[in-house]
């Protein structure tokens, strides 16, 4: 997530009790977040979102779905989001359905997003390796978005969301995650188009959808790293530029704030010149996955991409703890 820059954060299965909610919510530093609660070690939704750019509310919710309603500072858009888990038994998901379906009916449903892990495929292209999943389970779905009168994005870049990490002829992948539109959207965008991100520790991937310019990405925000703890020089550093911040002038509050956007950019320019081949071997290893994770999404894992993505996840791994 610290890499995207998207304004809003969907999660599925999150299996977050209050607690744990709560603390994933302090990791997020400036984003605010609506969590329901896990039952166990199952279920569970969320929503993260930045509060400079984005207003929302939740107006209804299940154990297995949530909708919000949604609006863009900058251009005054509001629209509905629903957030689904499709649970894994057919019975069970025909509820899931019947319930969003029926809320969604009531309400705008030309200015919708639906997104979720909706535990089934649309077509057997959705698919790679094991059983066929039962036509009536497909044709359910099928039903479902008809009735919702939504459109399905498909992935620029991939087809599959879902991977069980096997090798070879037990390897089975799955588009189970989607995001779905109203035609509003259609008509008053011309840019729309999904992504799915290179994975990382899931066996699901994120997927992210982009919609013109009203939902526009922020800025990246400053971050300590902990690896410049590693550093001895880190603190007589930071007191050598505090004492060469201090030529502004204006009120104390000024002042401090011009210090420390001094130190800042003293911080950054340190950072590129001290650990310049830590970051360069992290764009390698994140190139080098997103190639391999680029053949597993659009064909599946064989024995090759199996090792290849479990070598560099080990390295991709080390630096990042480095980081935390």
Not at 83 to 100: A, C, L, M, P, Q
Request: proline share 2%; aromatic share 14%; with cysteine.
């Amino acid at each position: 997530m610290t890499k995207l820059t998207s304004d809003i954060f969907l999660l599925q299965e999150t299996k977050l009790n209050p607690e744990k909610a709560l603390e994933f919510k302090k990791i997020c530093y400036f984003w605010d977040g609506i969590f329901q609660e896990a039952h166990g070690l199952a279920r569970g939704l969320g929503i993260l979102w930045n509060p400079s750019h984005i207003e929302i509310s939740c107006f209804a919710s299940s154990d297995f779905w949530m909708a919000y309603s949604i609006k863009c500072k900058k251009s005054n858009i509001c629209f509905l989001l629903f957030n689904i888990y499709g649970r894994v038994k057919t019975e069970d998901k025909r509820k899931v359905w019947s319930k969003v379906s029926e809320l969604a009916l009531s309400l705008d449903l030309g200015k919708v997003v639906m997104v979720g892990d909706f535990n089934t495929i649309l077509c057997a292209e959705d698919k790679w390796g094991g059983l066929k999943l039962p036509t009536k389970v497909v044709e359910d779905f099928k039903d479902f978005v008809t009735i919702c009168k939504v459109a399905d994005i498909i992935p620029k870049n991939g087809t599959f969301t879902w991977n069980n990490r096997r090798r070879d002829f037990v390897n089975i992948a799955e588009r189970l995650d989607r995001f779905f539109i109203g035609e509003w959207w259609m008509l008053n965008h011309h840019s729309i188009d999904s992504i799915i991100e290179p994975q990382c520790g899931s066996d699901h991937y994120l997927i992210s959808l982009n919609i013109g310019q009203d939902l526009e990405r922020h800025k990246s925000y400053f971050k300590f790293l902990s690896m410049w703890w590693l550093d001895p020089t880190l603190l007589s550093h930071i007191k050598n530029w505090w004492c060469e911040s201090n030529v502004f002038s204006g009120s104390p509050s000024f002042k401090f704030t011009k210090r420390l956007q001094f130190i800042k950019r003293r911080l950054k320019e340190w950072n590129n010149s001290s650990f310049k081949n830590v970051f360069a071997e992290k764009a390698r290893i994140e190139g080098e996955l997103e190639v391999v994770n680029s053949v597993i999404m659009a064909h599946g894992m064989t024995n090759v991409e199996f090792e290849a993505e479990k070598s560099l996840k080990a390295q991709y791994s080390d630096i990042l703890r480095r980081e935390e």
